[in-house]
């Protein structure tokens, strides 16, 4: 039997893959290309984001493909509102990755061709993840968005310290993949399915379970408990959750700024779609065993992240902390059970505007500071005024501070779920940690403004200009329309 592939469902990870292909082409064929890869690549992006676009805007029910035989709810890739969100979070992060990639990649050292390439296939993997319903293609799906970043950390010749970031971020990917694996292999063994649909019925006791005949819902064994918490720290290893988070502020440090700006929101992004997938879809039935350990994590990630990051002195190391601590903000609501995905959905899009528009200030200065310390940052507002601006527009809304309105409406959104789901004592970590998380934002934001020490070189990159500019354009998007997160995410009509 030959089964009938829906191409309009999967046109936006197979435009990725076949500009990917094209791009590896150039770079054989025609070594001195010079920019013609990075445009090719951008074209490609901006045309998955057009797909995408067109997909959320005909409407209509769900599109799904690689469905079984005879079993027509049961399909591997499905095309519903949560994938599109989160494509779009990935595919407009790519933009910007792709504007800082050209920056970084016109100081030589670094092959374009592989860059691009590996980069495309990241995106695939980021694209794929939150339309995969079964657990074999979130798997490999979520190895796709891991297994380039090794190589593009370390694709920066004669970098000591960009090896040794690849290496440790391998070195924690294949331990969580395992982990990951392990507790996957348990799910199946007593779900008998690898479709997060299926299991949802054997985990709620729906349908009998097949591996353990006899068991049904709250009734399973201990083995089912073991496979949800490895699951659980596979996944933790792949958003910096604590206390897998370790790997976090060396690798950011390490790896060129463009691939920490990708692991900071796209890596993050495919991490929490896999998390939610896992546990909402298929898991949603064993909410009692998981949504403790959710919510213990969460208070552990956020308060560990805001503590060092405060200790920080490295711009990168500062928001690599502090991407720990806005993973412990998103993870929240999920331990109330799946009844407030939305709420995670909307803080993870906003965060994604200000954390890549605070890396494309970063980059540029970078350029003319390689030390990249937050003391190289006095007086930027006023010998770059319009970096120096952004930089604090973005800090700001990350503090969750007027004029940045749209951080202040993500947390509002979470505490506003946690309070009206019982978890009263998880919305008051949160908001301690939001007081301490106003002091590195705000000492940061306070040495844009301060006198310079000394005047640094200024120097035009009109990509990384670009991607700040689109960054920003989200960021004031977003503070201006909070609401339109929570239309994406699904809230609100």
């Given at each position: 039997?030959?089964?009938?592939?829906?191409?309009?469902?999967?046109?936006?990870?197979?435009?990725?893959?076949?500009?990917?292909?094209?791009?590896?082409?150039?770079?054989?064929?025609?070594?001195?290309?010079g920019a013609v890869p990075g445009l090719v690549t951008l074209a490609g992006v901006l045309g998955a984001l057009a797909i995408v676009g067109w997909q959320a805007v005909s409407g209509g029910p769900p599109r799904s493909t690689f469905c079984a035989p005879g079993a027509g709810e049961l399909c591997s890739?499905?095309?519903?509102?949560?994938?599109?969100?989160?494509?779009?979070?990935?595919?407009?992060?790519?933009?910007?990755?792709?504007?800082?990639?050209?920056?970084?990649?016109?100081?030589?050292?670094?092959?374009?061709?592989?860059?691009?390439?590996?980069?495309?296939?990241?995106?695939?993997?980021?694209?794929?993840?939150?339309?995969?319903?079964?657990?074999?293609?979130?798997?490999?799906?979520?190895?796709?968005?891991?297994?380039?970043?090794?190589?593009?950390?370390?694709?920066?010749?004669?970098?000591?310290?960009?090896?040794?970031?690849?290496?440790?971020?391998?070195?924690?990917?294949?331990?969580?993949?395992?982990?990951?694996?392990?507790?996957?292999?348990?799910?199946?063994?007593?779900?008998?399915?690898?479709?997060?649909?299926?299991?949802?019925?054997?985990?709620?006791?729906?349908?009998?379970?097949?591996?353990?005949?006899?068991?049904?819902?709250?009734?399973?064994?201990?083995?089912?408990?073991?496979?949800?918490?490895?699951?659980?720290?596979?996944?933790?290893?792949?958003?910096?959750?604590?206390?897998?988070?370790?790997?976090?502020?060396?690798?950011?440090?390490?790896?060129?700024?463009?691939?920490?700006?990708?692991?900071?929101?796209?890596?993050?992004?495919?991490?929490?779609?896999?998390?939610?997938?896992?546990?909402?879809?298929?898991?949603?039935?064993?909410?009692?065993?998981?949504?403790?350990?959710?919510?213990?994590?969460?208070?552990?990630?956020?308060?560990?992240?805001?503590?060092?990051?405060?200790?920080?002195?490295s711009a990168v190391r500062l928001l690599a902390w502090s991407s720990v601590a806005q993973s412990g903000y998103i993870l929240a609501p999920l331990a109330l059970g799946g009844r407030a995905v939305g709420a995670s959905v909307t803080y993870l899009v906003i965060y994604a505007a200000m954390n890549l528009?605070?890396?494309?200030?970063?980059?540029?200065?970078?350029?003319?500071?390689?030390?990249?310390?937050?003391?190289?940052?006095?007086?930027?507002?006023?010998?770059?005024?319009?970096?120096?601006?952004?930089?604090?527009?973005?800090?700001?809304?990350?503090?969750?501070?007027?004029?940045?309105?749209?951080?202040?409406?993500?947390?509002?959104?979470?505490?506003?779920?946690?309070?009206?789901?019982?978890?009263?004592?998880?919305?008051?970590?949160?908001?301690?940690?939001?007081?301490?998380?106003?002091?590195?934002?705000?000492?940061?934001?306070?040495?844009?403004?301060?006198?310079?020490?000394?005047?640094?070189?200024?120097?035009?990159?009109?990509?990384?200009?670009?991607?700040?500019?689109?960054?920003?354009?989200?960021?004031?998007?977003?503070?201006?329309?909070?609401?339109?997160?929570?239309?994406?995410?699904?809230?609100?009509?």
């Open positions: 039997m030959i089964q009938q592939i829906d191409y309009a469902a999967i046109a936006a990870p197979l435009l990725l893959a076949v500009v990917a292909g094209l791009v590896l082409l150039l770079d054989a064929f025609l070594p001195r290309a890739f499905v095309v519903d509102r949560f994938t599109l969100v989160f494509a779009g979070v990935v595919l407009v992060a790519g933009v910007v990755v792709v504007l800082l990639s050209m920056t970084e990649l016109a100081s030589g050292g670094i092959p374009v061709g592989e860059w691009y390439f590996l980069l495309l296939c990241t995106l695939v993997g980021a694209v794929t993840l939150p339309a995969s319903r079964d657990l074999i293609m979130l798997v490999v799906a979520l190895e796709l968005v891991s297994l380039p970043v090794f190589a593009l950390t370390a694709l920066r010749r004669y970098d000591g310290r960009g090896s040794e970031a690849a290496v440790k971020l391998f070195l924690v990917s294949v331990v969580s993949t395992a982990v990951m694996l392990f507790g996957v292999s348990l799910l199946y063994g007593v779900g008998g399915s690898v479709y997060l649909s299926r299991l949802a019925g054997v985990f709620s006791g729906a349908v009998p379970a097949p591996g353990l005949p006899g068991a049904s819902g709250p009734e399973m064994p201990a083995v089912v408990t073991v496979g949800v918490v490895l699951v659980v720290a596979g996944f933790g290893f792949k958003i910096a959750a604590v206390p897998f988070h370790a790997w976090a502020a060396d690798v950011y440090q390490g790896a060129p700024i463009p691939v920490a700006a990708l692991l900071s929101v796209i890596s993050k992004a495919a991490g929490f779609a896999g998390l939610i997938l896992i546990l909402v879809t298929a898991l949603g039935g064993q909410a009692f065993t998981w949504s403790p350990v959710i919510a213990i994590v969460s208070a552990l990630t956020m308060s560990v992240g805001n503590l060092l990051a405060m200790r920080q002195r528009g605070a890396f494309a200030v970063v980059m540029l200065v970078s350029r003319a500071v390689p030390r990249n310390e937050l003391d190289d940052y006095r007086g930027l507002a006023f010998r770059s005024p319009v970096q120096g601006l952004a930089l604090a527009f973005c800090l700001v809304c990350l503090a969750g501070l007027p004029p940045g309105l749209a951080g202040l409406f993500a947390k509002v959104v979470v505490f506003r779920a946690l309070v009206e789901g019982g978890l009263g004592w998880l919305a008051v970590v949160m908001a301690i940690n939001t007081v301490i998380g106003l002091y590195y934002y705000a000492t940061w934001t306070a040495r844009l403004f301060a006198p310079a020490v000394a005047e640094t070189p200024r120097r035009r990159f009109p990509a990384a200009t670009l991607a700040m500019a689109v960054s920003l354009a989200a960021a004031i998007l977003f503070s201006a329309a909070p609401q339109l997160a929570l239309t994406m995410a699904g809230l609100s009509s």
